[in-house]
């Protein structure tokens, strides 16, 4: 990485396949000759907007439109894009952009500084109501900013020319230019946002573009429709690396009609989402497992509202009901109904995404006792609902019913929950994956099953989650243990050393277990069928999980 500090390189290694071990090398391949890649996603897009989009799957497709200054490359490196340099301040506080030369969105406008500018602040400015504003909380003034304390002009970014510009922050973040490569912190040309305000990128025809790709007004996102293209930008920068001319998206929430069409030549990426599909497919040429820097964890609400009664409401805020739920949660019995290829969760932060400072995995070596002991379950359970003065309990599990594993496993937890803890009810709530997230950001729930996946290789994507306050801090929860030891990893003095960063963070995925904060219950895995003829994609761990730039098809 560019002027990056050595002694954190480990930090910075994500989990990429470049999927070469299972292609086919179209050598001499004329453009004319490629077919369109035919793509499948399981659940809806939500929003084209880089802003206040918050789901993998609006991003799988936002990030193949969209760029920013860097763009995390095969090698897990966070490689310039709009960038031409980013200079760094040997007190790792400033950072001088210089942008490539002659940058144009879609539509012909220039893409200037001042996109920036304008884009980071709308990110943080309350009124826009970013859920990703936190990941702009590196930059200074920004927290004060979401806070509603400071006004947007007290931001650390300043436009210096058309081409430069200067960001000064908080503190030092040894993983900025990983920041720097997500969507929150893209470009936006004001001129297309003022013109459609709150419509902005809720249809293709409603925003512009500068990444590898961009919608036409042929086979656009309309919102609602299940199938839509996208196609090679000629003004993007680096034009000569995008391989194919048009890659078409469909929307398949029943992974055996992507199963089948990926058979009958129709389809060349379908996710396979349930056991039954995956035992029947595993010798299906173009078979593959992606293992993805992504954990499916139970949130409770804490908050003291919304629940769906008095009863629930005060028993989520009751620590052994809390702990008896996590003891009571056969996670290896989850990953064997509903979840093939995951593995059982043993932390917040998953395996595979992050090294500690001596190499070992994060997740290994901060590894906590999460585990199925239904006997002492039950006697937390009945502990609890004694110190509520009840004799059973009633709560509402919520899930994405239009993804299977998710409504595979949410049925799994019924049936062990009324098993293992007397006077338990459990009702299902299966909604659409959008209701699930907007339902979890207002805090509509007893129980969510919900999941995160890393945006970029440190602990810090997923730890900052749970801060008190925090956007994404679903159940509204507070620990001032919690909050000391996330914060001391991530400001100075002691960001600056990475010993006592592994230490806090660690001591942060204690307070989240010792606490029965939440409840992970696996790290996520998305077996597959892809097209072998398929060269160029870039999966990714954390981040754009699928980068399309330089894919295409013999």
Known sequence: MEKADETRKNYWTTSIIALSGIILVACGTKTSEQKN????IPTDVASLDTTILTDQYSYDVAGNVEEGLTRVDSKGNAALALAKSIDVSKDGLTYTVTL?????????DKLTAKDFVYSWKRAVDPKTGSEYAYLMGAVSGANDIISGKSSLDSLGIKAESDTEFTVTLAQPTPYFKFLLSEPVYYPLDQKVVDKYGKQYGTSSDKTVYNGPFMFKSDKGWTGTNKTFSIYANPNYYDKSAVKSKQIDFQVI???NTGAQLYKQGKLDFTLLSTTDLINANKKTKGYTVFKQARTDYIEYNQSGKNASSPDAQKALANQNIREALNLATNRAGVVKTA????TVATSFTPVGMSKTSTGEDFATYAKQDYRYDPTKAKDLWEKGLKELGLTKLTLTLEAAGDLAPSEATANFLQTAYQQNLPGLTVNLKLVPFKQRLNDAQNGNFDMVLSGWGGDYAEPSTFL?????????NDGKFSSKTYDDAFKAATTTPDVLEPAKVDEHYKAAEAALYQGSYINPVDFQA??????????????HSTGLAYDLKSAYVK
Request: hydrophobic letters at 35%.
């Open 100 to 108: 490539r030369d002659n940058l144009k969105w879609s539509n012909g």
């Open 526 to 539: 998305n077996p597959a069928l892809m097209n072998p003829k398929i060269t160029g994609l870039e999966f």
């Open 253 to 255: 929430s029943n992974a």
């Open 37 to 40: 890649i035919k793509f499948s």
């Open 464 to 472: 900052q989650l749970f801060t008190t306050g925090q956007s994404y």
């Open 339 to 342: 979840l093939p290829g995951s």
